[in-house]
């Protein structure tokens, strides 16, 4: 399932936010990308998920070009934005249960009892039943990070995915990044801060784009 | 299909919970039909002619009320890009949308137009074509609108840019949901109006849905 990227380039309207990118991601990879404000990290993780055409190079998932087969690169990869993707006016719970069924329909029917597991583990145990527009940003945020676990997809695209979060909610986001690694999972995470993580792989953007400009 | 009927689920049950647009569009239609008769004044002759037309733009305003958020909630939360990685061709996540968004407003349209048309004293052959039209018009109007609610998507405020869109559009639904209903009125058969409404929405459910997805794509970027 490994996802490479070649020689790509990215424009948004005129500006050319990258060029002749390289990386590899393999199964136990984490491969985080840094960089300026701006520098594309963002671009780079739109353009992984397949939401962003690159202007040019080419994406391959396990050697097949993702422009090829789009369906199944995006039923197997989670992207966690900036955005979190959860409705004010349903419960935790609901929110919760709703994305692992459109994300995952073909699962058994999830419990409640997994639902309720998942939410243990992401410190949001006894908030169930709240609404989400009650909740703080970083409950919030761990909340939208639930989606990872109850839904299982090989590889995780996190942008900035420690943003709100307090050191614990951190810690277990390292834990849920070094769980899924172990399982063979792929990770490609944009960075700002430090991230505590084994052999990760880094890419930093910005230089490249000073290339392009030359 | 389990995912389809979750966002359909899901939709109906924000646009209830959030208690506004059902009872938003319902209000403002009934509203604007009953203003009619105190405008025009209490002669019957003269609003059983001028009913059908009333009650049909009525009902395009009313629907156009709730279209723009349509996809604009879900683009600006993040939603959107969860949905596009989900199982489902985006045209059906689309074609779930619209399916919700008659459920909750296109469908209260129907339920209560009988009751105008009772208001503006319609006879009871038109009373009858005045529902089916409805009920054949009201789905086209949330698929052909939906096209234009995802093409403004990323417009703040992008209300007036959907109306000017989205109502000269309208039109074909306009004209023979009117001419059905007017040709009851008079005693005629209306059924090759209704047939044509029938058409439209045949034509707009598979086109629409495609529409949409193509112009939501853009917005993914």
Redesign the interface.
């Known amino acids: 399932m490994p996802l490479t990227g070649r020689n790509l380039t990215c424009t948004r309207g005129d500006t050319t936010v990258f060029t002749g990118l390289d990386f590899d991601i393999a199964p136990g990879d984490i491969v985080v990308v840094r960089g300026a404000n701006g520098s594309g990290k963002s671009s780079l993780l739109r353009l992984a998920a397949g939401y962003l055409a690159p202007t040019e190079g080419e994406l391959r998932r396990d050697g097949v070009p993702i422009a090829d087969d789009p369906e199944r690169h995006r039923t197997s990869l989670h992207y966690v934005g900036h955005l979190d993707a959860l409705k004010p006016a349903l419960s935790v719970a609901e929110n919760l249960a709703f994305w692992s069924r459109v994300l995952a329909p073909k699962t058994p029917a999830s419990s409640r009892l997994d639902h309720d597991r998942t939410l243990d583990r992401m410190g949001l145990s006894g908030l169930a039943d709240v609404p989400t527009r009650y909740l703080s940003a970083g409950q919030r945020r761990r909340l939208a990070l639930a989606r990872l676990i109850v839904c299982s997809r090989p590889l995780w695209l996190l942008d900035e995915p420690t943003a709100s979060l307090d050191d614990a909610g951190t810690e277990t986001l390292l834990g849920l990044i070094s769980d899924h690694r172990s399982n063979g999972g792929m990770v490609l995470a944009a960075v700002h801060g430090s991230i505590a993580v084994d052999d990760a792989v880094t890419i930093r953007l910005g230089e490249c784009r000073m290339d392009g400009m030359s | 299909m389990?995912?389809f009927l979750?966002?359909v689920a899901?939709d109906v049950?924000?646009a209830f919970?959030?208690g506004g647009a059902t009872m938003l569009v319902v209000v403002f239609f009934v509203l604007a039909v009953a203003l009619f008769p105190l405008g025009v004044g209490p002669e019957t002759a003269v609003l059983r002619r001028i009913a059908p037309g009333v009650i049909w733009v009525a009902a395009l305003l009313a629907a156009m009320l709730s279209l723009d958020r349509l996809f604009q909630v879900d683009f600006?939360?993040?939603?959107l890009?969860?949905?596009?990685?989900?199982?489902?061709?985006l045209e059906l996540v689309a074609a779930a949308k619209c399916l919700a968004h008659w459920l909750s407003t296109g469908l209260p349209l129907v339920v209560i137009s009988p009751l105008l048309g009772v208001l503006l004293e319609l006879n009871g052959e038109a009373h009858a074509a005045l529902l089916l039209a409805m009920a054949a018009g009201t789905p086209a109007l949330s698929l052909v609108g939906g096209i234009g609610a995802a093409l403004t998507v990323s417009i703040r405020r992008g209300g007036v840019l959907l109306s000017l869109l989205v109502l000269p559009l309208y039109i074909p639904v306009l004209i023979f949901g009117t001419g059905a209903i007017d040709a009851a009125a008079m005693g005629l058969e209306g059924g090759a109006h209704l047939l044509v409404l029938a058409a439209l929405l045949a034509a707009a459910l598979p086109l629409a849905p495609w529409a949409i997805a193509g112009a939501l794509r853009l917005n993914?970027?």
């Open positions: 389990t995912t979750q966002i899901r049950r924000l919970r959030q600006e939360d993040g939603s890009d969860q949905l596009a990685l989900a199982p489902l061709p993914l970027e």
